[in-house]
């Protein structure tokens, strides 16, 4: 980068009036140089024409060109005639070819609402925007239900290629990752439970704590939150980058309903995989209980086992295990609604994707816990 | 620096600066040879337009000599300096005297039109806010986009305004060479032929240098001083319009003397040096 700064000096004409010299590189990275001088020339309250003389100027681009034109119109501005000299016909064109003015910048809109309505506008907005996620939801659900039929009789409903990929992507790929923290879980849950029932010599009910807290509650719970993280931020991005490059808008010119074809098949996907993915988190939790009651509380297999058998029943069992469907179904929704929500922007897709997973997560725990108040109420 | 293009169309080619200079360029991805030894000058203050089939590597050459994409030999000079050999000081100073409007805008869609133009001017240049402003209103007048849209989010954009808004930020920085990939696709002919015409017009005021990627006849014809034609892996010609119409190969050809080039050159008053039966070779 050249450092011939641009210049600017004032010299009186003979007839009154002033001539401006601009010397030096009137170019973007050596204009600021002069920002200071040129707005004191700008203000001198001096009378009579004023002459620009160009002839010193080595190079300059638009940026140069356009304090000069400012410069210019500021004086045309004060009743002055303004005029250009020394030019090599290129600058001239150049400033020519540049507006007069800009539009000036927007003042910053004052705040004229009340302090009433600022402080509850904003909670106000959040309980439509739940109540319209909800109708968003309900019309997924009830699309999916009766969109995958919609196909004029073409083949079957839902597509069986598309389902079973899915089940591979969101089920069986999440196997490993799902067996590790249920299997650390598990040993975790054995360990502070018998160091705590230690004290009472009641070793041996860490068994029944596993179990049944494994079973009816974390099982379903951590491999729901898993699935949420991962599959659920999936299918918000994916639809979400349908939807900005307008192929959910091709979808439906075709004649299919998107809902139908994209995330029927997902939802259907993820109810059938998070209840088996579930019932391996079971046995590894399980597993790593056992493992940890051998080598911490020397509870040998057999023991395990049989105290296991007494533990728990097959309510157990299904009151985990229902669970599962309903918190499958409440991640892929979620996940759709957010998707469609997607607007033009990379920005609008990442708090989207963050918006899905927060959301999935907090629905799951809140199905949880209805759940939880039902079975209480049913003796179950 | 006017009288210098004026007598670019014809002189000598050795009077002439080279901007971009592209000698032996290899690039292939995996057993494929995308170009195989191609040589490409640029010269200061003219206006490249650059033709070849769908699928020859018109823009992987783009993207090659932007270095988005990796070359297995050969070297590109861009502005006389090697991007490879360069410290990294030079390669930041070669980055701000490059323009790039993109074949879909690239705009960034996080900010509005004003912050899309003025972000290499706030990362590069010292300028007080206020001014950048101006700038970023003058800039968006002369690609003919109204003050109204600086405040625009590209997703808000029709498919034209995104082409001029993408064309100010390539502009932001008043750079040396510009390259454009497709300006005129999408565009409709009125808005088209302003285009090149506002292309011609930067270039005659601010010395630009264009390298432009068209499929356009009206463009090649009304704007580009040189054509350059890819096929084969290689330039195959480049040179005036006249030198097109010479040029001995079917493609070739084809398409500057097809029924859609005919009609084009007949409006521009150019006919052809022989005009004959020129549907030939498909």
């Known amino acids: 980068m050249s450092s011939n700064l641009a210049k600017i000096n004032s010299e009186a004409l ?30 001198s309250g001096e009378q009579g024409k004023v002459e620009i003389d160009l002839s010193g100027i080595s190079a300059i681009d638009t940026a140069g060109a356009w304090l000069i034109r400012r410069l210019m119109t500021a004086k045309s501005g004060e009743g002055r005639e303004a005029s250009l000299s020394g030019g090599n016909g290129t600058i001239e064109e150049l400033i020519g070819a540049l507006p007069e003015t800009t539009p000036a910048p927007p003042a910053p809109a004052a705040d004229k609402r009340s302090f009433f309505e600022r402080v509850f506008t904003p909670p106000g907005k959040l309980v439509y925007e739940v109540g319209s996620d909800f109708y968003a939801a309900m019309n997924i659900l009830g699309s999916a239900v009766r969109g995958a039929q919609l196909k004029f009789g073409r083949g079957a409903g839902v597509s069986p290629a598309s389902v079973v990929t899915h089940i591979d992507r969101m089920g069986v790929r999440a196997v ?56 659920g931020s999936a299918i918000t991005a994916e639809i979400g980058s349908m939807k900005m490059r307008e192929e959910i808008d091709a979808l439906t010119v075709i004649g299919l309903n998107p809902i139908g ?106 199905i949880d816990a209805l759940f939880a108040i039902f079975y209480s109420a049913i003796d179950f | 620096m006017a009288d210098e293009q004026q007598t670019i169309e014809k002189s000598a080619k050795d009077d002439r ?63 006389g300096a090697n991007y490879e050999k360069a410290s990294d000081e030079e390669r930041i100073a070669l980055d701000t005297r490059l323009g790039v409007l993109f ?37 968006l007048e002369m690609v003919g986009l109204p003050p109204d849209a600086a405040d625009k989010y590209p997703s808000e954009l029709s498919g034209g305004m995104i082409k001029r808004a993408a064309l100010a930020r390539a502009l932001a920085l008043d750079p040396d060479l510009v390259f454009l990939d497709e300006p005129t696709s999408g565009l409709d002919p009125i808005g088209a032929a302003d285009f090149d015409a506002l292309i011609a017009k930067l270039r005659d005021t601010l010395g630009l240098t264009v390298y432009m990627v068209t499929h356009d006849l009206d463009s090649l014809f009304s704007v580009c001083d040189r054509i350059a034609v890819l096929g084969q892996k290689r330039v195959l010609v480049e040179g005036t319009l006249q030198d097109m119409f010479e040029f001995d190969d079917p493609w070739v050809q084809s398409y500057f003397r097809g029924k859609r080039a005919r009609t084009v050159v007949t409006n521009e008053n150019q006919p052809p040096a022989d005009a004959g039966p020129t549907d030939a070779g498909k």
């Open chain 1, 261 to 366: 074809v994209l995330i029927f098949p997902r939802l259907v996907a993820l109810t059938i995989a998070l209840p088996l993915l579930t019932i391996i988190a079971n046995f590894a939790a399980l597993y790593g209980a056992a493992i940890v009651a051998l080598l911490y509380s020397g509870i040998t297999f057999d023991t395990y086992l049989s105290r296991l058998h007494e533990a728990i029943d097959h309510t157990s069992i299904a009151s985990g295990m229902i669970k599962a469907p309903f918190m499958a179904l409440a991640i892929g929704i979620v996940a759709a609604v957010e998707g469609m929500k997607v607007g033009g922007s990379a920005e609008s897709l990442g708090q989207h994707v963050t918006a899905s997973v927060v959301k999935a997560i907090f629905a799951v725990i809140l």
């Open chain 2, 17 to 79: 600066q080279v901007v971009l200079s592209v000698r032996d360029l290899t690039v292939g991805f995996g057993d494929k040879i995308v170009l195989d030894n191609l040589n490409l000058d640029i010269y200061r203050g003219e206006i490249l337009g650059f033709v070849g089939a769908s699928g020859t590597g018109k823009s992987v050459l783009m993207r090659t000599v932007l270095r988005l994409l990796p070359h297995r030999s050969g070297a590109i000079e861009i502005l």
């Open chain 1, 176 to 231: 490993p990752i799902i067996v590790l923290m249920s299997f650390l879980i598990g040993a975790i849950i054995a360990q502070q439970g018998a160091f705590q029932l230690r004290y009472f010599g009641a070793e041996i009910f860490v068994v029944d704590l596993v179990g049944i807290l494994q079973l009816r509650e974390i099982g379903v719970l951590l491999t729901a939150i898993m699935i949420a993280g991962r599959s």
């Open chain 2, 103 to 139: 074949q879909h805008g690239a705009l960034f869609s996080a900010l509005t039109v004003k912050e899309n133009i003025q972000l290499p001017m706030r990362e590069y240049l010292d300028l007080p806010q206020s001014l950048m402003d101006e700038l970023a209103y003058v800039k």
């Open chain 1, 14 to 43: 003979p007839d009154g009036g002033e001539r401006y010299v601009l010397t030096g590189d009137w170019r973007n990275h050596s204009v600021s140089a002069v920002l200071k001088d040129l707005d004191q020339f700008q203000k």
